[in-house]
């Protein structure tokens, strides 16, 4: 028999975020219930030292196609995103924050440039962060821009929906969340953008800070501007005509 691939995969990461999941898990559930289409979640936590394990696996007990992952260490967010992706069997990838920041509704704002594009990204329209957080991605986004070209107006929204095959173009890099559209356009992927909603965090604090906007990211930019110039495109059209 035959398995049918879901459509949607969304994969979120998690880290101490128990106060934010009685409202955000069933808001995720809600949104894939109105788009209407075959999905499955995997839901990864990051070694909460709360109740985040406890209350991911009850709270979506019901879902009908759910995976939850617990890393018996805190290994940061890229790694969470990057066991997420590789036990992902959908045919699209959805990411979020797990703070409920995003706005699970605002994932039917992507969908439809997923009939074009390979990714499409969101832009946080009216942010809900600190004036520093907000002047800090300011900045590292147009050198980021400026520095590796690949046109995006805000990769550091979590928002993100893109073909399970540009997970291919990624690197397991600490900052693979900020550089994830970067790599798709330097694997020769379509990227989109669109404004999604923004909104302060609910409950808990930050769990990743401003160390993970400073000196790791720059670092990595020169690292991910090195690659996209020399790497080759592997994904693209070709035909192979053999002799008879």
Partial sequence: MTETRPTFSVVVPFFNEAGNLPEFLPEIFDAFTQLGAQWEAIL????????????????????????????????????????????????????????????????????????????????????????????????ANRVRGSFLRDGLTDSGCALKIFRREVVSSFLPIRTLYSFMPAFAVAGGFRVAEAPVQHRPRRAGQSSYGLRAMAWRPLLDMLAIRWYADRRFIVHGPFRCVKSR
């Fill in 44 to 139: 990864v936590n990051d070694a909460s030292t709360d109740e985040t394990g406890g209350l991911l696996e009850r709270l979506s007990a019901h879902w009908p196609d759910r995976t939850v992952i617990h890393f018996e260490k805190n290994r940061g967010q890229a790694a969470a995103l990057w066991a997420g992706f590789h036990a992902a069997g959908g045919k699209w990838i959805v990411t979020l924050d797990g703070d409920g920041q995003n706005v699970p509704a605002d994932i039917a704002v992507l969908v439809p440039l997923t009939q074009t594009y390979d990714m499409a990204v969101g832009i946080r329209a009216h942010r809900q962060d600190s004036h520093l957080r907000r002047a800090m991605s300011r900045i």
